[in-house]
Nanobody, 125 residues
Framework: QVQLVESGGGSVQAGGSLRLSCAAFGYAYSTPSMGWFRQAPGKEREGVGLIDSDGTTRYADSVKGRFTISRDNAKNTLYLQMNSLKPEDTAMYFC???????????????????WGQGTQVIVSS
């Protein structure tokens, strides 16, 4: 069974940086597409970004230029570098993986079958 474990969350002042990690365990398949999602209290879950099996990335407009998604295939680890953090970035952040043949337009949560438990990010003014 595939397991995803996020880490790196915490509290930071606005303008600061954090790097989230997502370690993937329990698979021996081809490289998956992986994504980051977040959910703030009282709001819908939203896609933050994804990276497909060959390294192509895709980002939500709200984080373009501030967040960078990357992966280390040898370590089976996904990263989200978050710079210039804003209070609006406060949320629980989740990583997810899929072996779908293709990921549909945008950053569609429904296309991702495997999810971590989340790591909390709090950005204060």
């Amino acid at each position: 069974q595939v397991q995803l474990v996020e880490s790196g969350g915490g509290s930071v002042q606005a303008g600061g940086s954090l790097r989230l990690s997502c370690a993937a365990f329990g698979y021996a398949y081809s490289t998956p597409s992986m994504g980051w999602f977040r959910q703030a209290p009282g709001k819908e879950r939203e896609g933050v970004g994804l990276i497909d099996s060959d390294g192509t990335t895709r980002y939500a407009d709200s984080v373009k230029g501030r967040f960078t998604i990357s992966r280390d295939n040898a370590k089976n680890t996904l990263y989200l570098q978050m710079n210039s953090l804003k209070p609006e970035d406060t949320a629980m952040y989740f990583c997810a993986a899929t072996w779908r043949d293709r990921v549909r337009e945008g950053i569609p949560a429904a296309d991702f079958a495997y999810w971590g438990q989340g790591t909390q990010v709090i950005v204060s003014s």
